[in-house]
């Protein structure tokens, strides 16, 4: 059977990866602390998937090359799935980015772009299409604002944006941000699953708020989450995410049991 | 002297990966845009990130069709990874219209049915239960590994079956014939298990 999933989010900006608290950041360390002191390459054994995110406000050319060349010495020793996004401003990047070790992009601001949508579909199929939405309650949590451009702009609700824009597009899954909870480590908003009956056909995954074990656990306990997303590097620093992992299957999760001891 | 392994480059699909994880087995990674180049190769991987449609008008267009069935013929190595299995058989649907494969196996590629309980795309890690071949060796059964598609293979035909997954329905996650080897799921992208399957199909000789 299909298991669920935990998923590590770095964010990036100008040479260094970064915390995030209700959308503003605080610089942790650069790419060699992130693999010597981290100890990425460990951590990746526990987790599905990689989600890397170029956070900068309209980052120019040179910015998407030095945020690639980050990523690749990352990717030499890590095998596991791989979405790039963040500053996504043309079909020209997409495929960049997939030629660079995505294998899937992330999508935020281009929403809306339903061109760069059709054409990336067509050309990588739906299957590689993340769309991530940044989301802020309001009118207290009868709805949300939906936004881009990194939390500044906001043109829609969710509720519009589920009714006319999602069944309009091509995507592959949908990761859910809460940017009141995000990076407050005191647990995801649960909450907004109930906005989302089985009408949405495609994968949905929650982030923002996760700061221990148990609230991955929470998140992947519901029936229509299918995986759980962190960016919280100082929470699940060392052993954090392999405890988390270890708890959720002691509770019942399915989630893949990667077998370490195979030899190469 | 070192083993050279092509990878096919047809502009689509995430070659990196693939590249990276040969170049970690300790092996040489050659990215291949041109079909006559073929035979330099003990080993050719045909990757693919990308629709069943793209990919089977660039694998007409570019001459790579004619080029793996001689290469096929000739007895060397071949794998193909997601589409690029799917290219290993006879058609596909992806795209809204129906488009030719290399036709190395019996089937076709078409949407996974869905019904209320089945999100699709089918992504991330599923288990694989695998007969045990020579590519398989050590690789305990029921592992898990990376599935990213919405499209998968019918067949009626069980011949050449080496695992198949469940989503919903059994759908064949790897096939293998002599020197041609496939997989539903990227090896490039499972760990340790995936690795494995990579390093004992650079082994083969």
Not at chain 1, 57 to 78: G, S, V, Y
Not at chain 2, 124 to 138: A, L
């Amino acid at each position: 059977m299909l298991n669920k999933r935990i998923i590590f989010a770095l964010l990036y900006c100008d040479g260094f990866f970064y915390l995030s608290r209700n959308f503003r950041l605080q610089k942790v360390g650069d790419i060699d602390w992130l693999i010597n002191n981290f100890g990425f390459g460990d951590t990746c054994h526990f987790i599905d998937e990689l989600v890397c995110i170029l956070v900068k406000k309209k980052p120019t050319q040179e910015d998407k090359k030095k945020f690639l060349e980050n990523i690749e010495k990352l990717r030499k020793k890590i095998f596991i799935p791989i979405t790039i996004g963040g500053g996504i401003s043309s079909i020209d990047d997409v495929e960049n980015y997939f030629l660079n070790g995505a294998d899937k992009i992330l999508i935020n601001s281009k929403i809306y772009d339903s061109e760069l949508m059709f054409k990336t579909a067509e050309l990588w199929g739906e299957q590689s299409i993340s769309i991530m939405i940044d989301y802020q309650a309001i009118n207290n949590n009868e709805d949300y604002n939906i936004f881009t451009e990194s939390g500044t702009k906001s043109l829609m609700t969710l509720s519009n944006f589920k009714d006319n824009i999602l069944p309009k597009i091509p995507y592959g899954e949908l990761i859910l941000n809460s940017i009141d909870k995000d990076g407050n480590g005191t647990g995801l908003d649960l909450e907004i699953m109930k906005n989302f009956n089985n009408k949405i056909k495609s994968p949905i995954l929650l982030m923002g708020g996760a700061g221990k074990p148990e609230h991955i656990l929470e998140g992947l306990k519901i029936k229509n989450v299918s995986g759980v997303l962190t960016a919280n590097l100082f929470n699940f620093l060392g052993s954090g995410l392999e405890i988390a992992r270890k708890k959720s299957i002691d509770n019942g999760i399915s989630l893949a049991n990667f077998e370490k001891s195979i030899r190469l | 002297m070192k083993k050279k392994i092509g990878i096919i480059n047809i502009g689509y699909g995430n070659i990196a990966s693939v590249f990276n994880a040969i170049k970690f087995l300790g092996y040489d990674a050659c990215l291949e845009k041109n079909p006559k180049n073929i035979f330099k190769y003990s080993h050719i991987i045909l990757p693919g990130v990308g629709s069943f449609a793209q990919n089977s008008k660039l694998i007409n267009k570019y001459g790579w069709n004619e080029s793996l069935k001689e290469y096929a013929k000739s007895g060397l190595y071949l794998f193909g990874i997601c589409v690029g299995m799917q290219l290993m058989f006879e058609d596909g649907s992806e795209g809204g219209e129906v488009n030719k494969g290399i036709g190395f196996f019996k089937g076709h590629c078409d949407k996974f049915i869905t019904n209320n309980d089945l999100n699709l795309p089918h992504v991330g890690f599923n288990n694989v239960k695998h007969k045990n071949t020579k590519i398989w060796n050590d690789i305990p059964n029921d592992s898990p590994f990376y599935f990213v598609h919405s499209y998968r293979i019918c067949s009626t035909s069980k011949v050449n079956i080496i695992s198949e997954t469940t989503y919903g329905e059994k759908f064949i996650s790897f096939i293998e014939n002599q020197n041609i080897f496939a997989s539903q799921f990227h090896p490039e992208k499972s760990h340790n298990s995936g690795l494995k399957i990579l390093k004992n199909f650079l082994s083969l000789n």
